[in-house]
């Protein structure tokens, strides 16, 4: 059974056009994580929710936002995508925050056109 | 900043054990070691985690040095599924619910039949 979903698994969206990427669980996580993964290199954080406190990594940049309606949904928005945007994007939840194991979605691929 | 260092890439015969190293050598007291693993086109996935004691589970065992600048993964049986890029990871406690999330560069384990 899908613990942690990401929709759509594929994304094409166009340089500059807005777009969402979602992830649900149902683990009942108090965290939930977004990373973005580029071709042959490590998972790089970008942000994370404990609960509704939001911590962002401090070179996240602007044009990334991320939502957290309520304990299972999380979003992440990027405003105007650039060509250095595409990558693979990974969501991820665990139950607390120091030393607790992260169960990670498949991802959403994003090709920007 | 924390850091971690792997080496690129290991081989290793089916059936022998493998010991996959990563140095830290900034890591502070509170600094948690994780250590996932990640096949093409998915997720990483939860391998092991620990803070000064060696640790094992059914999947593998954590070897931390005395002073805690080095660990070792170490699988006592390789499979061919075992063959995936293996990242270990600190995990640096920032203040209230801000983490910081260090990946190493991963390690491409190859595992011959």
């Known amino acids: 059974d899908a613990m942690v979903i990401q929709n759509p698994r594929y994304q094409v969206t166009q340089f500059g056009k807005p777009v969402t990427l979602s992830c649900s669980q149902t683990l009942n996580h108090n965290v939930m994580y977004w990373y973005q993964q580029k071709s042959s290199q490590a998972p790089k954080l970008l942000f994370h929710y404990y609960d509704k406190d939001f911590n962002n990594e401090a070179d996240t940049p602007d044009n990334f936002q991320s939502r957290r309606p309520n304990t299972s949904f999380c979003f992440l928005d990027i405003r105007s995508p650039g060509l250095g945007d595409a990558a693979m994007y990974l969501c991820?939840?665990?139950?607390?925050?120091?030393?607790?194991?992260?169960?990670f979605g498949p991802g959403t691929r994003l090709t920007v056109l | 900043d924390a850091k971690t260092t792997q080496p690129n890439s290991m081989e290793s015969n089916e059936e022998e054990p493998v010991h996959l190293p990563c140095n830290h050598s900034t890591i502070s007291g509170t600094d948690y070691i994780h250590w996932y693993r990640q096949l093409p086109s998915q997720g990483p996935e939860y391998v092991i985690h620990?803070?000064?004691s060696n640790v094992n589970n059914r999947m593998a065992s954590l070897a931390i040095a005395e002073d805690r600048k080095s660990s070792t993964l170490i699988l006592h049986r390789a499979t061919l599924r075992d063959a995936a890029v293996y990242y270990c990871?600190?995990?640096?406690?920032?203040?209230?619910?801000?983490?910081?999330?260090?990946f190493g560069s991963g390690t491409q384990l190859t595992v011959l039949p």
């Open positions: 990871i600190l995990e640096s406690l920032l203040g209230g619910s801000a983490r910081q999330l260090t």
């Open positions: 991820a939840t665990s139950r607390s925050l120091a030393g607790s194991r992260q169960f």
């Open positions: 620990g803070l000064t």
